[in-house]
């Protein structure tokens, strides 16, 4: 949301004119440069946000440990590059708009709209700031857990085992169960089935 503030207050209000010009400069101190950061920084912010939603979706189907790792670390990698590109990104727009001549906006249009850019640049730092920290946590909740773990593990070790242990029916005294032998083979009836037993 915030970096959709961002890009579309620049977009849409970023660019103005003096009454003897037809061609529009940036309002920040008339630099292209920073209009151009601005917006490349939110809106390539804004499809890195829709990625890292999907693959949050995603991410209970992952079955191999190496995947849910690289994930869980290319959040917290990307959420702190992110947070430095909205410092940056903060500092730039800051200096820019202090350095803005006021006889090159006199009707002082678009002012909103830069506040506003710089703003959300700002509680942008603080966002991926955070969610680098949420990701940090997941990775150490992993770590701590079986969700990272390549090494196997014994179900019997477990201490909540989610099935009871069989137990024979006749003997309710032995936990384990015991194995019944087959019955004897003189039980069938071996004449009407043509064929004829062997003891060995």
Known sequence: VFSIVVFGSIVNEGYVNRADETQEHCIFNRNRNACNYGITVG?????SCLLYLALDAYFPQISSV??????????IGVSAFWAFLWF?????????????????NPMNEGGDAARA?????????????????????????????ALFSQDYMDPSQDSGMPYAPYTNEEDA??????????????????????YQTQNY
Do not use: H, M
């Not at 809106?43 to 499809?47: E, N, P, S, W, Y």
């Not at 190496?66 to 959040?75: E, G």
């Open 66 to 75: 190496k995947d849910r790792k690289k994930a869980v670390l290319s959040d």
């Open 88 to 104: 940056v990104g903060f500092c730039f727009l800051t200096n820019q708009w202090q350095a803005s001549k006021e006889e090159d």
């Open 173 to 194: 005294s032995d936990a384990v169960g015991t194995y019944q032998q087959p019955p004897p083979a003189d039980a069938f009836d071996t004449e009407t089935q043509g």
């Open 43 to 47: 809106v390539l912010a804004f499809l």
């Open 117 to 145: 850019a710089i703003t959300f640049s700002f509680f942008s730092i603080f966002t991926w700031v955070g969610q680098a920290f949420l990701a940090y946590q997941r990775f150490r909740l992993g770590a701590d857990s």
